[in-house]
Every structure is written in structure tokens, then in C-alpha cells.
């Protein structure tokens, strides 16, 4: 089964940047569904963006649009996120997953992922 390693995290000031990255490891995933959730402390895990397997299409939550940038490699192997302009509302421990293809943006739905790994703390505070 596949499993991710998160990492690339850190403290940041309010505006900075990080560049997250997700390794999978135990086989590849072309063709499925790939994403960054997060999960501030108290509140429950949400989706920040994904990639769609069958088209590659970027799904973003509205909270990010504009900010941050999601990348996959060819070979199904790794993910990126790029966040710009971190607000401290971005705030949490950020996970990668996947999922076989789902449509429109339901990649960004929670439930029914795999491949969860340990997750990458990201702060950000003056």
C-alpha cells in the first residue's frame, strides 16, 4: 500500500513562503486522485488542494486560491505545495493522501482517503 512522507514545514512570519513536499513510497499513483489536507489544533482535517488523477486538473480551496500552488510529478511519485502570503490561518499540520479519481473537486473530500503519513507542522506567527 502506498504510504507519503510529508515534508518542509516550519516557522514562518505572516507573508512568508514554504514549499511543502510529499514522497510516496510502496508504488505510484498515476492515475489517482493526490492532495495536501490540514488539521489546526481543535478543528477537524480539511482539504487545501489536490491534483486530479485523469486530467491533472489543480483544485484549490477557496481559502488558498491565489496563494498557494500544488505540483505532481510525472510518475505519480511525489507532491508539492507551494504557499506564498502564509497567513496565520494557515496554521496546522499538513498531510498528504490520495484516492482513486473522483470528479469536479471531490478530491478535496476527506473521507475515503489512503496514504495518510505523519503530516508537516507549518506555523505562522510574527
Known amino acids: 500500500q502506498v504510504q507519503f512522507v510529508e515534508s518542509g514545514g516550519g516557522l514562518v512570519q505572516p507573508g512568508g513562503s514554504l514549499r511543502l513536499s510529499c514522497a510516496a513510497s510502496g508504488g505510484t499513483l498515476d492515475f489517482h486522485d493526490m492532495g495536501w489536507y490540514r488539521q489546526a489544533p481543535g478543528k477537524e482535517r480539511e482539504g487545501v488542494s489536490c491534483i486530479r488523477g485523469i486530467d491533472r486538473m489543480a483544485v484549490y480551496d477557496d481559502s488558498v486560491k491565489g496563494r498557494f500552488t500544488i505540483a505532481r510529478d510525472s510518475a505519480g511519485n511525489m507532491v508539492y505545495l507551494q504557499m506564498n502570503n502564509l497567513k496565520p490561518e494557515d496554521t496546522a499540520k499538513y498531510y498528504c493522501?490520495?484516492?482513486?479519481?473522483?470528479?469536479?473537486?471531490?478530491?478535496?473530500?476527506?473521507?475515503?482517503?489512503?496514504?495518510w503519513g505523519q503530516g508537516t507542522q507549518v506555523t505562522v506567527s510574527s
Open positions: 493522501a490520495y484516492s482513486h479519481p473522483r470528479s469536479n473537486d471531490g478530491c478535496l473530500d476527506v473521507s475515503g482517503l489512503a496514504g
